[in-house]
């Protein structure tokens, strides 16, 4: 047997490649890596090419022996793959561009992955995923998935419940972001810093939060309600919280709880750039553009700066050290998307949340933290319902579940704006959905 990991990107083009290389060099040592794949498809093939150099550049830089290999055959790429990370965007970033700006056409919230933006993305990601799974079934039977692409929440769902390949482990920067961030209010180092983290991807909340063993929470809780301290990831503009009301709702949030609990100042926000043209997606193709542009310099040989722009800071310590401890067996605790299981009690068991595991080479093994504070509770099982009704939605093509995905979700205001917002969304992303419109595509 070859010695050294085979790992396979999917959406090997992204702009966020880079990123992930400089956290397999860090690694080296603990993460053998021989070979990785970057896969990509048609549309992304100059993109990947700029990409894939940069890559062998970092590689050639740091001294080591990892062959960068680039194809646009995903099939010929699974081969006894050890690994399998995705990070792609069906439809790039013209179609989160629709999925921002059609809801906020209606006066609704339109985000990548909250409200309707968020189901019209897993509608276009779920069968590419459950494709990608059938041919790893064949292929790379013993590989773990770590998913990345969004809405990780709905998609590790749908992978669940509707394969038998129980090999996927859901990824988000967010939990690494927080405590990142907490690390750098309270002035000391990450790694004395201990989250106990329950909910579902984007829906996260931090029960308790520890230095060296001791709860700081209540310290925390009162940083938090500074609204310079309000947001931890680069897309999202932190608004500040009601001192009164975070210290009441007693557990760290995630950035992305303020299209929740302060809805009307994040439309309003999101109305002021839907006017300018400055919708996150926009900002993301601009920069993207300057990204790639800097890739293609020769003499580029680590990943640049202007990377941090982007809102998936840390995503390559959070990937590389998830594979790391699994390839290691490490058994330390990370939080990630897996099987429930009785971790949260008032989530089926056999459904996705995003909960502190112990990560071991049999794949994460979630702790059980009981239930959720009342307060929370409600929220948290209102959006599992609609990951799982949108995910049912985009495995079967019905038109009446994704309307009733729609309009469940909270942040949708009635069932009538609700249909006026699918059915032009669906008309607009029509050539990604082919289950919704099986007679066009056959
Ligand atoms: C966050 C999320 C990711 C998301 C990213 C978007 O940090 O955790 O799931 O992909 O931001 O960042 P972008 O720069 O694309 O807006």
Same mark, same amino acid.
């Given at each position: ?15 966020? +490649? ?10 080296? $040592? ?42 646009? @055959? ?13 990070? #792609? ?17 209606? /006066?609704?919230?339109?985000?990548? +992955? ?20 059938? $041919? ?5 039977? $013993?590989?773990w998935l770590i ?5 990780? /929440?709905?998609?590790t769902?749908?992978?669940l419940?509707?394969? @038998?390949?129980k090999k996927i482990v859901g990824l988000?920067?967010?939990p ?12 000391? $180092?990450?790694?004395?810093?201990r989250i106990d983290f329950a909910g579902?991807?984007?829906?996260v909340?931090?029960l ?17 309600? @500074? ?36 809805? @009307? ?13 400055? +919708? ?38 959070a990937?590389?050290r998830l594979i790391s401890s699994i390839y290691n067996d490490k058994r330390d605790i990370q939080p990630v998307n897996t099987i429930n299981n009785g971790a949260i009690a008032?989530i089926?068991d056999d459904s996705a949340v995003e909960v502190s595991c112990v990560i071991t080479k049999e794949g994460p093994r979630p702790i059980v933290h009981g ?24 495995? +079967? ?38 289950? #919704? #419109? ?5």
């Amino acid at each position: 047997m070859a010695q050294g990991i085979k790992i396979v990107t999917i959406g090997g083009g992204s702009s966020y +490649t880079p990123e992930l290389v400089e956290g397999f060099i860090k690694r080296y $040592d603990e993460l053998p890596v021989r070979e990785l794949w970057l896969v990509d498809i048609e549309e992304g093939k100059e993109k990947l090419e700029i990409v894939g150099n940069l890559a062998r550049r970092m590689i050639e830089k740091a001294g080591l022996p990892i062959e960068v290999h680039l194809t646009l @055959d995903r099939r010929a790429a699974l081969q006894n793959a050890d690994f399998v990370t995705t990070q #792609f965007r069906v439809g790039l970033l013209d179609a989160r561009a629709k999925d921002e700006r059609i809801p906020l056409s209606y /006066g609704v919230l339109g985000q990548e +992955t909250n409200g309707p933006g968020g189901l019209f993305k897993g509608l276009r990601t779920i069968p590419v995923i459950l494709e990608i799974v059938q $041919d790893m079934k064949e292929l790379c039977p $013993d590989a773990w998935l770590i998913n990345f692409t969004n809405p990780a /929440g709905m998609v590790t769902e749908a992978v669940l419940r509707y394969t @038998d390949h129980k090999k996927i482990v859901g990824l988000c920067n967010v939990p690494i972001g927080i405590e990142m961030g907490i690390a750098k209010l309270l002035d000391i $180092d990450h790694s004395r810093i201990r989250i106990d983290f329950a909910g579902l991807n984007h829906m996260v909340y931090g029960l308790d939060v520890y230095v060296d063993g001791v709860s700081v929470k209540e310290k925390v809780m009162e940083l938090l309600s @500074d609204p310079e301290n309000s947001s931890f990831v680069k897309n999202i503009e932190g608004q500040g919280w009601e001192p009164e009301f975070i210290r009441a709702l007693n557990v760290l949030t995630c950035p992305y709880h303020m299209y929740y609990y302060k809805t @009307d100042e994040m439309l309003q926000k999101e109305l002021e750039n839907f006017r300018n043209g400055t +919708t996150r997606a926009e900002v993301v193709q601009q920069l993207e553009e300057e990204l790639f542009e800097l890739y293609k310099d020769p003499d580029l040989a680590v990943k640049p700066p202007q990377l941090e722009q982007r809102g998936g800071a840390y995503y390559s310590d959070a990937a590389v050290r998830l594979i790391s401890s699994i390839y290691n067996d490490k058994r330390d605790i990370q939080p990630v998307n897996t099987i429930n299981n009785g971790a949260i009690a008032s989530i089926p068991d056999d459904s996705a949340v995003e909960v502190s595991c112990v990560i071991t080479k049999e794949g994460p093994r979630p702790i059980v933290h009981g239930d959720l504070p009342v307060a929370v509770r409600g929220l948290v099982q209102q959006i599992k319902s609609f990951e799982r009704v949108g995910a049912e939605a985009a495995v +079967t093509g019905n038109y009446d579940t994704a309307l009733l995905a729609m309009t469940i979700n909270p942040l949708v205001p009635s069932d009538k704006i609700g249909k006026a917002i699918l059915d032009e969304m669906l008309e607009a992303h029509k050539e990604h959905l082919p289950r #919704f #419109f099986k007679k066009i595509n056959v």
